[in-house]
C-alpha cells in the first residue's frame, strides 16, 4: 500500500493543463537547434557538462524572441524553473533564474508536468534514502524532517525502500562522472519541485483536488444534447445589439481601463508579479488612508466603480452625511450584507433591514415608490437573498442620477483628489530582485483580511459620531420621557453646529450623547422629598 500526499501533485484532474501545454511549447521553441538557446559543453570546478546554459543566454532568448523588457523575461525564465522544466546544476535550493553565467540544462521530457506522474511517497523515501547512503546520513534539515515521518509510516516495507536506494546508488556509480552528476541534479530538482522545502511558494500546488476531470470530452448521451438545446434556446432569447455598437463599447471600455489594467499598462510603484515588491498592495488597500491618484481617477468612470471600491465607498459615505442623506448608502450596504451573507442569519437581517428603513417611522427610512414598497412588503413575508433587490436597484438609481454628480463637484471629492498620492516608481537591480524572489511568502488568507476589515470598521465606528436615531428614536420625534424622569428639554441644545435640512434627525457626538444619558436617566424628586430635605 502506498501513503498518498494529501496534497498530491500529479497533475491529474488539473485545469492549468492548458497552460502547461503553451509552456511545453516555448520549451520546444527554445530546444531548437537553429533558433533556440544555444548550449554547449561548460566546465563545472572539474566536471564537463555536456549541453549547458547559462542564465543570461535564457533571459536574452525571452527578451529577443517576445520583444519583452529583461525583468519580464527574467520572471518568465524564473517560472520555467519552478515548473521544473529548467534545473540549475549549481544553486539547487532556489528555483529561479540567474541573468549571469550560472549553468542550467533543460529538464528530461519525462519529468514534465503535463506528463501527469503521481508523485508516490514511495518514490521520494527511496530518493532520499539514496541521498542519505550518498551524504553518509547528512541531510538537510528538511529533508531529515521528511525522512524520519516516511521511516514512521512505511516501516512494513522499509527494508524494501533501503533495497531499491541501495541498487539505484550502485548503478549511478557505474555511470560516467557528467552523466553521473547531470542526473543527480536532474533528480534533486525535480524533488524540490514537487515536494518544495517549508516556507516556499510550490508552484505545482493548484488547490483542492478535483472529483471530474475538465479536460476529458463528454460522452453524447441524451441527456448531453438536451443541455446543448437548452442552452441554445436560452442563447437564442437573449437581447442583440449590432456587433459594431458593442464593439464600440468594447474600445470605449478599453481606452478608458487601458491605463489602470497592471498587465497593460506599468503599475506604480512597480509590478509585484514581476519585482515581488508588496508595495503596490500596501498603497492599494481596501481602506487605506491616502488614495493613490489612480485610484480617485478610476471613481469617475461610473457610479458601480465607485462603491466597489471600500475607501471610494467611505469618502461618498462622508459627503452623504453632510447631505444628511447618508441612509441610501446604509440601505444598499445592508441589501449586500443580506444577499451575499450565511444563510442562517438571513431572515433576521430582512427583518432587521425592513425595521430600520422601510417601516412606518422607522429610524432611517427612505423614500421609495409606492409599487416597489409593496412589492418589497409581499415578499418579505418569504424572505430570501434577493427579496430587496426592487428596493436597492431604485436607491441606486436613486444615487446615481442625483447624489453621484453632486458628489464628483464636491470639496469632499476634490480635497481627496488633491490629497491622492502618485508613488515614484522603484527601480529594481538584479540582486535585488533575486533578495525580493527569496522573501517571497504566499499572501494572506481572504478569511483573515475581512476580519481585520471588520475590526478595523468596528475600531472607526466607536471613535467617529454617534447617530441618536439608532438608540432612541423617541428622543428624534420629540417624545417626552416616561414619568419620572426629567423634564422635557430642547433637542437644538444637544443637536450639531450644522443646520439640519427640514425633517434631518440630528446627530450627537460621543460626549453629548453621555450627558444626554446621565440628564435622562436622573430622576426627579419628589414635592415631599424637597420639603423634607428643605427642613
Request: aromatic share 12%; hydrophobic share 35%; net charge positive.
Amino acid at each position: 500500500m502506498t501513503i498518498r500526499n494529501v496534497r498530491d501533485h500529479g497533475q491529474r484532474f488539473r485545469p492549468r493543463m492548458a497552460c502547461l501545454k503553451k509552456v511545453e511549447s516555448v520549451m520546444l521553441e527554445m530546444q531548437d537547434p537553429k533558433t533556440g538557446v544555444k548550449s554547449q559543453p561548460q566546465r563545472l570546478v572539474i566536471t564537463t557538462i555536456p549541453h549547458a546554459i547559462t542564465g543570461e543566454d535564457i533571459v536574452a532568448w525571452l527578451t529577443n524572441c517576445y520583444s519583452i523588457e529583461a525583468e519580464e523575461a527574467w520572471a518568465l525564465g524564473t517560472m520555467l524553473v519552478a515548473f521544473g522544466y529548467i534545473y540549475p546544476l549549481q544553486d539547487h535550493k532556489r528555483l529561479v533564474i540567474k541573468p549571469d553565467a550560472s549553468l542550467y540544462r533543460f529538464q528530461t521530457p519525462y519529468f514534465w508536468p503535463a506528463q501527469q506522474w503521481p508523485v508516490e511517497d514511495t518514490d521520494y523515501a527511496i530518493y532520499l534514502a539514496k541521498r542519505n547512503i550518498r551524504k553518509k546520513g547528512i541531510l538537510a534539515l528538511y529533508e531529515q524532517v521528511q525522512y524520519n515521518s516516511l521511516h514512521k509510516w512505511m516501516n512494513y516495507k522499509w527494508d524494501f525502500i533501503v533495497m531499491q536506494a541501495k541498487e539505484q546508488y550502485r548503478a549511478g556509480k557505474e555511470r560516467k562522472k557528467p552523466d553521473r552528476v547531470v542526473f543527480d541534479c536532474q533528480e534533486r530538482a525535480y524533488w524540490v519541485v514537487h515536494r518544495p522545502p517549508p516556507g516556499t511558494v510550490s508552484a505545482m500546488d493548484y488547490g483542492l483536488e478535483r472529483m471530474v476531470d475538465p479536460n476529458t470530452e463528454e460522452k453524447q448521451t441524451s441527456d448531453f444534447f438536451r443541455r446543448i438545446m437548452i442552452f441554445t434556446q436560452q442563447s437564442i432569447m437573449r437581447p442583440r445589439v449590432k456587433s459594431s455598437v458593442s464593439i464600440g463599447a468594447l474600445v470605449k471600455y478599453s481606452v478608458t481601463y487601458n491605463k489602470h489594467d497592471p498587465f497593460l499598462a506599468p503599475c506604480l510603484p512597480s509590478n509585484p508579479w514581476v519585482t515581488d515588491d508588496v508595495t503596490y498592495w500596501f498603497l492599494n488597500m481596501a481602506n487605506v488612508g491616502i488614495p493613490t491618484k489612480m485610484r480617485v481617477e478610476r471613481w469617475t468612470f461610473s457610479f458601480g466603480e465607485l462603491l466597489s471600491d471600500p475607501r471610494g465607498r467611505d469618502d461618498f459615505r462622508l459627503f452623504l452625511k453632510k447631505e444628511f442623506s447618508g441612509e441610501n448608502l446604509a440601505f444598499w450596504e445592508a441589501c449586500e450584507d443580506l444577499k451575499w451573507g450565511t444563510a442562517a442569519t438571513m431572515n433576521d437581517k430582512a427583518q432587521q433591514v425592513y425595521k430600520t428603513f422601510l417601516t412606518r417611522g422607522a429610524p432611517r427610512w427612505i423614500n421609495i415608490d409606492g409599487k416597489t414598497m409593496e412589492v418589497t412588503v409581499k415578499g418579505l413575508k418569504h424572505p430570501h437573498r434577493y427579496v430587496l433587490d426592487a428596493a436597492q436597484t431604485h436607491i441606486f438609481m436613486l444615487m446615481k442620477k442625483d447624489s453621484f454628480g453632486r458628489y464628483l463637484k464636491s470639496p469632499v471629492f476634490k480635497d481627496t483628489q488633491k490629497r491622492a498620492i502618485c508613488p515614484d516608481q522603484h527601480m529594481f537591480s538584479v540582486p535585488q530582485l533575486e533578495a525580493n524572489a527569496r522573501k517571497r511568502r504566499p499572501s494572506i488568507s481572504p478569511i483573515i483580511v475581512r476580519q481585520l476589515e471588520q475590526e478595523e470598521r468596528a475600531r472607526m465606528a466607536t471613535s467617529g459620531p454617534v447617530d441618536i436615531t439608532q438608540y432612541s428614536p423617541a428622543l428624534c420625534q420629540n417624545v417626552l420621557p416616561p414619568p419620572g424622569q426629567a423634564a422635557a428639554f430642547s433637542l437644538s441644545t444637544w443637536s450639531s453646529p450644522a443646520k439640519p435640512r427640514p425633517g434631518a434627525l440630528p446627530i450627537f457626538s460621543r460626549s453629548r450623547w453621555t450627558s444626554l444619558q446621565s440628564v435622562v436617566s436622573t430622576p426627579v424628586d419628589s414635592e415631599d422629598e424637597v420639603e423634607r430635605r428643605r427642613h
